[in-house]
Every structure is written in C-alpha cells, then in structure tokens.
C-alpha cells in the first residue's frame, strides 16, 4: 500500500548522515511513484513532488541537520495542504438545516444518512429527519427505516408517491411542523452516472435548496471516484465530500485526488458499516494515514518547532554572560510548554529530575508564570535583580497573583538559571536541547 512505498522512499534517506541533491531528487521520485500507485491523478502527483522539491530547496534541506525527516514533514505538510488544510466544518444554520446525499448506489449513502443522523442527535443536541427519497427498489425505503430504528431516529416516507422532489419538499414541511432541526435526504443513485440519475438528483436539489449537499463516495474507487465526483460538482455544486469505507485496505489516493480536482473539503470519513463509525475529516490525520509515519512524523515536528540552533547558542552566550533574564526564561517556558508536559520532558533529561524536585513547574502554573513576567517592566526582566519588595507588590498586583507567588518565581527563575549554567558543561548538552535549542 502506499503507506509501505513511501515508507520504502524515505528509507533511502536514512542512513545517509547527509544528503545529496541526487538523493532528494530519487526519493522524491519514489513517492511520486507511490502517489500514482495509490491511485493519484498523475498531474497531481506530479505537482506535489515539484511544491515539495521547491520547499525542500527553500529550506536547505541539505544542509540541516535531519535532512531526511525535514523531508518527511515537507511531504506530510503538503499533503495535508492538498487534502484541504483545515477541518470543515458542517453548516448547521438553516431552520431546518436541509442536507441533501448524493452520490453512486453502493456508495454508502443511506448508511451515512443514518450516522450523520445519528452523529447530530448525540454529538450536536439536534432534532434530526430522515428523508427517504430513493423511490425505485421498496428495500431502499426499507433499508432507511432499519437505519433510523437502530439509532431512534424518525423516518419519512411516503411510499406510494414516484415523486422524489415532491417527497423531498413534504417531509421539510413535515419537519418544520414537528419540530425537527436537521432534515437529511437520502436519495436513490445509480451504479454509473447517467442522465436520469443527474437530472433527478439535480431537480431534488433546486427544489429545496439544500444548506450542505453531501458528495458521498466510496475510498476504495480510486480515479473512478474522481470522474464521478467531477461530474456530480458540475452539476449540484455540493459543498463537501464524505469519503466512506476507508475501514478497508483502502489506498487513499481517491481522497487526494477528489481534493484537488473539484476542491472541496472531505468533511467525514465512514469507517464502518455501524452507525457510529464516522469521523470528522482531519486532514493532517489523513496524511499521517498515508505517510503511516504518525509517530515518527509527530517527533520531527517537536524537534523542528522546539530545537532552534541559533536561539540554543544565544541562551548559552547569556547563561555564560549572566544575561539570562525574565524575557528567555519566559520564552524557553514557551518552548517547553510546546512540547507536552513538563515531568515527562524532565524525566527524559538523565539527572534532571534530580535537580528539577524543588523547582515543581507545574503545567496550569505556566499560566501565573506568564501574567507575572508580563506584568514586568523590559528594565526588570533583563535585570531581575532589580526587582525589590516595592517592584515585587507592583507586578503581583499587575498580574493578579499574591506576592507569594512572585516571590516563588523569582526562586525558580534563580534556580532555573543556576541549573542551567551547570548544565553547560560536558553532559549538560541534552538539557541544552530540551530547553530550547
Ligand atoms: P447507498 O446505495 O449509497 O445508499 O449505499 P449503502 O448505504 O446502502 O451502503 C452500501 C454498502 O456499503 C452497505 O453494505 C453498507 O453496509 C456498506 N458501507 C457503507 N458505509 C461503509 C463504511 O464506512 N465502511 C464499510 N465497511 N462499509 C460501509
Ligand atoms: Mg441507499
């Protein structure tokens, strides 16, 4: 799967303690590789390995220090880009909100109805309908009522009626009479695009004029899936895609592709056939399920944010100096803060936790911390000896804590320096490096 091809073109790099232009060039290839293997349209395999060729040479991949996992993150970065960025969210602001499915029989439509369903009832304190609108096979309608049963959720139908539009705008009446908040449109589709499917789904949709209209796919078509979702956009214009059955040895690469050719967001992933396999879309998660790196790459992405060379040497020149003031405690409280919890960080340092007892920086106590450095003048920051009784009243007031606490600060400040000129002898290097370079 590509997970194991792009696992496989990383592999390239390691080992190499550094890398050549050559190297960076061959992995990229490699992934490119995996890209159309998994199902990527070629264009677009082919544009992402170029963005993250120019990123990579931007950066001077060559010549830091990890240029292989600075690599990684240039690829995850991107693919996270190309699946959308950020989250997106659903539109919950019509009254009812009226969410109309569409997509291929099979795809998993009236399954996903029923989650969503179910997903607003319990997550979102709504009042959801189900709406049946596939009127050609009398199982669908069937199918439907199972679904709504199994989650206590009501049903409309209207049987007898061969009018999907007509049903459609019945059951929003029906809803706005009965106290109903989300109305959800399950609709008939067929096993290929064709005209009658599309005209119908097309007249449903200017009738009631859907807030979300659901483009629901299944991850397992590959380009398909892309045609598909093509031609559905051009014709509804629908404001999100739902990516279902990515439970199974699913390739991923649909859900790229579908991205970027019609650009719209992936707004949930069906992970099941229960009805509470359903996820919002995280593309950053996506991507990790792709690189199937999720540790590794969360790992580069701490060193990357938390280990900058140059502020690490600027500390140590002011450790050295006894520059060290309020204003680089406060950003290596930032960086620390940054990387997760204190205890497990200190617990991580040989001989650290030692000399860390007395210092108790607790994680909620960043938040004193900070109010009482901000409520420092810049003279009293760089120049803590300063800070007098008189100065101490001052910033505790300023900062809405006791003077006790000031004064606790001011001790682990001290001791925090002391440690950290300590430390700057041989074996003190990965405190160094925890602390903020
Ligand atoms: P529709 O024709 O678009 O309404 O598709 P259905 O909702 O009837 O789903 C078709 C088949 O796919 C059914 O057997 C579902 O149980 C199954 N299905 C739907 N969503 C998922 C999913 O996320 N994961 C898995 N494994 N199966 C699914
Ligand atoms: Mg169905």
């Keep these: 799967n590509l997970s194991d091809k792009l696992d496989k073109a990383f592999h390239i790099l390691k080992g190499h303690g550094k890398i050549t232009e050559v190297n960076v060039a061959e992995t990229l290839k490699e992934v490119r590789r995996a890209l159309l293997d998994a ?6 395999a082919k544009d992402f390995t170029t963005k993250v060729k120019e990123k990579a040479i931007g950066q001077d991949v060559l010549t830091t220090l990890q240029p292989g996992q600075l ?5 995850k970065d991107e ?20 969410i109309l499915m569409a997509g291929l029989q099979g795809s998993g439509k009236t399954t996903f109805s029923g ?15 189900l709406v049946a609108c596939d009127i050609y096979r009398p199982a669908a309608i069937q199918q439907l009522y199972v679904v709504g049963d199994s989650i206590g959720v009501e049903v409309y139908s209207e049987p007898e009626n061969k ?17 109903f908040n989300v109305v959800i449109v399950d609709t ?39 045609n598909t979702a093509k031609t559905f956009n051009e014709r509804l214009n629908f404001d999100g895609v739902i990516l279902t059955k990515l439970d199974g040895d699913t390739r991923g690469g649909a859900a790229i592709s579908i991205k970027s050719v019609v650009n719209k967001p992936i707004k949930f992933v069906g992970t099941g056939e229960k009805m509470d396999a359903i996820d919002v879309f995280y593309p950053i998660r996506m991507a990790e399920r792709i690189l199937g790196m999720g540790d590794v790459v969360s790992l580069v ?17 002011k450790i050295a100096k006894n520059e060290f003031g309020f204003d680089d405690f406060l950003s290596q409280i930032q960086q620390v803060k940054k990387m997760g919890n204190m205890k497990d960080l200190v617990g991580m340092i040989p001989g650290a936790s030692k000399a860390m007892k007395d210092v108790e920086i607790e994680d909620d106590a960043f938040k004193h911390i900070e ?62 490096k925890m602390m903020g370079g």
């Design 79 to 98: 693919l996270t880009e190309l699946m959308g960025g950020e989250v997106a969210g659903i539109n919950l602001s019509g009254n009812p909100t009226v």
């Design 188 to 226: 008939a589709g067929r096993l290929a695009v064709d005209a009658e499917m599309m005209d119908e789904i097309e007249r449903v949709h200017k009738a009631i004029q859907p807030q979300e209209t659901l483009f629901v796919v299944d991850a397992m078509t590959g380009q398909d899936a892309v």
């Design 371 to 432: 109010a009482i450095i901000h409520s420092m003048t810049p003279i009293e920051r760089s120049k803590p000896a300063l800070i007098d009784v008189k100065r101490k009243a001052r910033i505790a007031k300023g900062s809405g804590t006791k003077i006790e606490q000031v004064n606790q600060l001011m001790k682990q400040f001290d001791q925090m320096s002391k440690m950290m000129k300590m430390m700057q002898g041989p074996g003190g290097k990965n405190l160094m």
């Design 301 to 317: 992405e701490r060193a990357q944010e938390q280990f900058d060379e140059e502020e690490a040497r600027k500390i140590q020149k």
């Design 163 to 179: 009018n999907p539009v007509e049903i459609a705008q019945n059951a929003i009446k029906h809803a706005k009479a009965n106290g």
């Design 71 to 75: 690599l990684v993150k240039l690829v």
């Design 115 to 129: 989650k969503l369903a179910n997903y607003l009832l319990t997550k979102k304190n709504k009042k959801p309908l």
């Design 39 to 44: 199902d990527v349209n070629f264009k677009i």
